[in-house]
């Protein structure tokens, strides 16, 4: 996936924050409806719009060597959509 369309991705997610719903491209889809994999991409894409200087394989292949301030500082509004992610993480027994 291209650096624009990320970025497009991670903003779009975040105007949903308030509803708990992910929007795509495709449409809407509440969090719960999404799978672990889904769920990790959408709390770690937030993190990635905001600079996050990731260190796991995955996450550096997914979203790149990042690394810019304000290094992963959210937002009120994000803290609350990752935290949200992460209850539905929690509930689904992702690892």
């Known amino acids: 996936m291209g650096e624009g369309r990320r970025k497009g991705l991670a903003a779009l997610v975040l105007g949903a924050a308030a509803a708990t719903v992910f929007v ?3 449409g809407a889809q ?3 409806e999404l799978s ?6 959408q709390r770690n894409a ?3 719009e905001q600079g996050y200087c990731f260190k796991t394989k ?3 292949a997914t ?3 990042r690394c810019y301030a304000p290094f992963g500082k ?3 509004d994000q803290q609350r959509f990752v935290n949200e992610v992460q209850a539905w993480e929690a509930r689904k027994g992702c690892r």
């Open 24 to 26: 795509s491209g495709a």
């Open 30 to 32: 509440a969090l719960s």
């Open 36 to 41: 672990c994999k889904a769920l990790w991409y």
């Open 46 to 48: 937030v993190y990635a």
């Open 58 to 60: 995955d996450a550096i």
């Open 63 to 65: 979203f790149g060597a």
């Open 74 to 76: 959210l937002t009120p």
